[in-house]
């Protein structure tokens, strides 16, 4: 086991071993749990103030962008009723970094097949498995100067393994995908196209970083199998220059998915799992994929579009 495994392991196992649940847990009774984004710019210095703003929103998972630590740091790192479940630290230069809270009422699984495919920079991900609410979330980092066909790479591995796997479970990601989308770009289309082959919608279009002359919406919450009345909130948290994304989801997925069989250039067979509102002529399609952008390109426009 190497150095990060260790500590990884460590810190996992002592968030739970330390932390008892809430004795009154304002969130244990609901029926919807709460979400929120936030790109912390900083999580060591900051903690203080997170655990407030966590308290006074009530929020059940928070996904921090950002948070600037080493895996040594994050030894020492608590938050107050909430237990790490998964992140990335980076390993090569500073900053970066994504780490995935669960309030400690809810047991939390590290995603680390999908974890280990993590690339800094380019794609920095902490995905986790609650299986009470049969809910998979993703933590997502990509920097401004990532390459996006790597970042495109490294989620349609990830989203393929978890709806493979878990293919009844709810997805949620959410990040800081310094992408703007709420501008027309290649790049936004792209990303939207490849979320949606794997039912994933986006939920803000609102500005989550707003300067003296621009304002982009470069933070982001997708879900699949959304609750079209479910709440939504922007909030300026006094914690970084980006805003804090809040969203209430039901604590029951109703995930419903059909079993599609593609061959790949091999000839192999790949089973995927995709979305319930495709049309039921997708079944046992059959499909020659070169590549990962032919099989986005063929589900978007046949499935989605």
Known sequence: MNQLAEIEKHI???????????????????????????????????????????????????????????????KAYHVQHYVIGAFHCRTDRRGGGVLTLVRDNYHVVAMDEINLMSVDVHAEIAFVRIEMINTIIGSVYRSLHGDIDVFKETMYNGLSIATTKFHKSRVCLAGDFNIDFSQKSRIKTDILELFSAFGLENIFTESSRIGASSATCIDNVFVSDIDKDSNQLTIETHISDHLGFVSDIDKDSNQLTIET?????????????????????????????????????????????
């Not at 919807?32 to 929020?59: D, P």
């Not at 099989?295 to 989605?304: A, M, R």
């Open 261 to 305: 069989h593609i061959s790949d250039h091999l000839g192999q067979i790949i089973t995927m799992h995709i979305p319930r509102r495709i049309p039921e002529n997708g079944v046992d399609m059959v499909l020659a994929v070169r590549n990962i952008s032919d099989l986005q390109t063929y589900l978007f426009f046949k499935y989605v579009a």
């Open 12 to 74: 996992l196992g002592a968030s739970i071993a330390k932390k008892k649940p809430m004795e009154d847990s304002a969130n244990e009774y609901k029926n919807k749990i709460t979400i929120m984004n936030l790109n912390i710019q900083s999580g060591a210095k900051k903690y203080v103030q997170l655990e407030h703003l966590l308290a006074e929103r009530k929020v059940d998972i928070v996904c921090l962008n950002e948070h600037w630590m080493g895996a040594e740091q994050l």
